[in-house]
């Protein structure tokens, strides 16, 4: 199935949301050529500290759209349902359900031993925002898309700190990470969860394998932790962890796992959203707080999209298979672990290569990704 053309973003259907919510809250969204969604109860207040109504929240995504549209492209989406706001029940739907309405993109997606299921797809905003009319505040897309689901293109490492854990203790072992994969010659993309941790994404060769994928999070978590056994730790269970560390998760790159994906809102007071982050940024100044379903729209429209910028290199295969053979080096002990500094890409071009000669850098050819 081919997704429908999707028809320009305009004021018009942000005003749409506006005026069915200042009515009765219940009414159709008219997309054009002749795609239509009933929406209800937007008046509805999914975040009480500040008035956040669902029909705020649709608003907010019609108008992240331009910049949101390409993390959702023909990737399966995971709904996390709060049909009565961020106070009220929460569960999770995999399935499209039995009475999706015309026009919302439904494809069957290959489920481990219970064959195909019929999976709601991202790809355009009367998706998106049928999504949120079941209450699904976040947004969660796979890692992988339809045309090769088997092949993730973005591999995750979530930053996941403990309550005593002061959030630039959090900052400075997302740097120490990016440096690690950047001395790896592995670009890295970097954001704030939304809550109390950070996102690092890497963008992947074609073909990687959902496994190969796994191995590399997990190579570099490792890594990150014995270079601040103090500071990090790859303890799953909370109880053993010792106290004061980070939980480097290198376990959500398994086919059918998803994650809360840049500019989507979360479910916290505040209304917080999952920031993507320019460089100079990472510093113990930052506060995720400061990124709102309020002052998202108008970041964006004056930084632009960072994320699809950081994500639209993908490194060669062969870039990737010396990187972690250069980890898995260092593990054993047969190599230190990377501590320069990393320098920019352009900054590397103008030296006329990497500016890491550890054993990964024996590939660094990198490649325009499609739909970053």
Known sequence: MTPRKQPSLSTEIIAQLAAIEAATG????????????????LGKVFFPENGVTKGALMRYYATIWPVLKQQLLDRPLVLRRMPDGIGGQVFYQQNA??????GIR??????????PRQRIVG???????????LGAIEVHPWLSRMTDLG??????????PGDDVPFAHV?????????????????????TSGSSGIHLVLPLPAHTTYDQSSQLAMLIARAVTAHRPKRATVERTIRARPEGTIYVDAMQNARGKSMACAYSVRPRPGATVSAPLTERELTSRLRTAAFTIESMPKRVARLGDPWSEHLAER???????????????????RAEAPTRTP??????????????RTAASSGTGRRKARGA
Do not use: W
């Open 26 to 41: 219940d009414g159709t969204v008219d997309f054009g050529h002749g795609a239509s969604l009933r929406v209800t109860s």
């Open 123 to 133: 790809g355009d905003l009367q998706t998106l925002l049928y999504t949120v009319q």
């Open 171 to 191: 900052v400075e072992l997302a740097r120490d990470v990016r440096q690690i994969a950047n001395e790896c010659s592995l670009p890295v993309a970097v954001k």
């Open 106 to 115: 439904v494809e069957p997606v290959e489920v481990d031993e219970e064959g």
């Open 151 to 160: 092949s993730p293109d973005r591999c995750l490492i979530d930053l996941d």
């Open 343 to 356: 320098r920019s890409t352009a900054q590397r071009s103008r030296a006329g290569g990497s500016g890491a």
């Open 97 to 102: 359900g039995e009475h999706v309405p015309e």
């Open 315 to 333: 490194p060669a295969a062969k870039t990737v298979r010396a990187a972690m053979l250069a980890l898995e080096h260092m593990l054993d002990g």
